[in-house]
């Protein structure tokens, strides 16, 4: 047993290859059982084990014999290069707290390395906060590509606002910019303040009666750097004012597009404390014009 496996269990989680059918089952009902358009990207038990056993990665993060998290990959070929697509991500609800997502990544990074492979990439909904910080600031993945209803538009009702928008992000698990995110060096609580704040906004919300924040316009971003706003709790959004959801999937889409497309790329994701309120951003950066060729 390696040193840091070693650490896992004095933690009081053990991360490995899934093996036993039944552990195989108990994910796949562990990926049945996560929100909304998520449980339908559930792998099946049995597509697991051949993943497994054909190049693919089935991982989890166990407390004692008991599944708190698991991860399912496979590698991906895009034409040019090769690299591992990781699929689903899923932890229990009473460990979400105890970083199992970031170490189960973290795992899988691990085991991408040792396989000889440099990146791996995933989707992920662009309005969940707690996604966003976990990919781009505590791994240091980067968004490249907004993409609109990617599991299709929801068949229920109760779904329809929230639709299945994905961005895609890249992971680049060598570079050095990740080896500093996954050690825990980031900028400080000060200078994603003064960042914040120097930068234009591309979607502009107010707070309503209720305090629940909505977006009001969408605008092109400008500078060198600007930030794009998401709901701090797309739950509370959710339970308190639905009629919104669709508004602010909208707004989050049109200014996705709006920044790619004007040459914008986001380089990190941040949480601002603000007047007693705490809010979401992306942050991105305009990337340098090309010199123009003799």
Excluded at 70 to 92: I, K
Excluded at 157 to 185: C, Q
Aim: proline share 5%; charged share 25%.
């Amino acid at each position: 047993m390696t040193a840091a496996r070693a650490e896992d269990r004095v933690r009081g989680f053990r991360f490995r290859r899934l093996e036993k059918p039944e552990e195989f089952r108990h994910a796949e009902e562990l990926q049945r059982g996560a929100p909304d358009a998520e449980s339908a990207a559930a792998v099946p038990a049995s597509l697991q084990r051949a993943l497994q056993d054909n190049g693919g990665l089935a991982v989890g993060a166990f407390a004692d014999i008991y599944l708190a998290g698991c991860s399912v990959s496979t590698v991906g070929w895009d034409g040019a290069a090769l690299y591992y697509y990781s699929h689903a991500t899923v932890v229990r609800p009473e460990y979400q707290n105890h970083h199992v997502g970031f170490r189960l990544m973290a795992f899988q990074r691990d085991e991408v390395l040792r396989l000889g492979l440099a990146e791996i990439r995933w989707v992920y909904d662009p309005l969940v906060s707690r996604a966003a910080w976990l990919s781009v600031r505590r791994l240091g993945a980067l968004p490249d590509r907004y993409l609109s209803h990617y599991y299709g538009r929801p068949q229920d009702e109760a779904s329809r606002g929230l639709e299945t928008d994905r961005v895609r992000v890249r992971w680049a698990i060598a570079s050095p910019t990740v080896e500093r995110r996954l050690s825990g060096v980031a900028p400080t609580r000060e200078e994603d303040l003064a960042r914040w704040t120097s930068s234009s906004a591309i979607v502009e919300t107010e707070a309503g009666e209720n305090g629940l924040r909505q977006p009001t316009a969408v605008a092109e971003p400008s500078g060198a750097s600007a930030h794009l706003e998401i709901p701090f709790d797309l739950a509370t959004i959710r339970e308190h004012e639905a009629v919104s959801l669709r508004r602010w999937r909208h707004a989050v889409r049109d200014a996705f597009r709006a920044a790619l497309d004007t040459g914008y790329a986001v380089d990190d994701f941040v949480v601002i404390n603000a007047e007693h309120e705490r809010r979401s951003f992306y942050l991105l950066s305009k990337a340098p014009a090309e010199p123009p060729t003799a």
